[in-house]
Each structure stands twice: as C-alpha cells, then as structure tokens.
C-alpha cells in the first residue's frame, strides 16, 4: 500500500507543479570573458507544504532533521552543473506567503566554458528523468 501511494503521488506530480514554481537564472559576463550567474528558484508555498507532509509522513519518527526541499549542500553542488571553474560565491533561502525557495550567486572565470539549461525543471529533482546529463540540451557561449 505504502508503494501504491508513492507511486501515485510521483504520477501527479507533473500536473502539480505546473506553473508553481520559477526559475529565473541571469548570467553576467565582463569585458575579459569573466563574470557571474545569479540564480532564483521558487515553488510555490502550497506545493511546498504538500510534499513536506508527504515525506513526514514516510520519515523516520526517531529522525530528528528537518524536511527541506532545498539544502545548503545541493546549491553549493550546484556550481559544477554550470561549467568548468565555475565557484559557489553566496546564497540566501526565500521564504514568504506565497513562495519558498533561494537565490544563489556563482562566478566564473571563462564564459567560454559556461553550459545552461534551458530546461528549468532540472532544479527541482521530482521526476523521475531516465535522460543523463550529457543527453540534456544546453546552451554554450
């Protein structure tokens, strides 16, 4: 039974999130082909607490840690998905009515050497994506 509701719950999931979360990323770039990305991602208040009580409740009882959708360790790894020399320099978590989520700071030294994804649902990890890394399209300059 436990299976049947992950399993179900992993099938909505799709629908779900349909325009409840945002992804903005902004890339900086100065004269000598240095420069910084800034990164804001955001999901819905709503879905959030959803999928909090839904892992709650497949959690260990005697677990005292906190449910998180994003951690500070994710966000920091995050770096490496940009790009070779790519540096974690800050991030600050956003919570507020309507939205949960962060905004997070990189720098490079080499655009030339910088990939985006133009596909913002990799910054979600819900689905269950059978493609690997080097399958997914991205954007080079």
């Known amino acids: 039974m436990k299976l049947n509701k992950i399993f179900l719950f992993l099938l909505t999931l799709p629908i779900i999130f349909t325009g409840c ?52 360790n994710e966000i920091r790894t995050d770096a490496e998905g940009y790009g070779e020399n790519v540096e974690y320099v800050s991030h600050e978590f956003i919570s507020n009515e309507e939205w949960e989520g962060y905004t997070a700071v990189y720098s490079f030294s080499d655009v030339t050497k910088i990939k985006l994804t133009p596909d913002s649902h990799t910054k979600v990890e819900v689905e269950m994506d059978e493609e690997s890394p080097e399958e997914k399209e991205h954007y080079f300059f």
């Open 21 to 72: 979360f945002q992804v903005e990323t902004n890339l900086r770039v100065n004269k000598d082909g240095s420069g910084s990305i800034s990164e804001k991602v955001l999901m819905s208040k709503a879905v959030v607490d959803m999928i909090r009580e839904f892992a709650q409740s497949f959690q260990d009882t005697t677990s005292e840690e906190e449910f998180s959708l994003f951690t500070e």
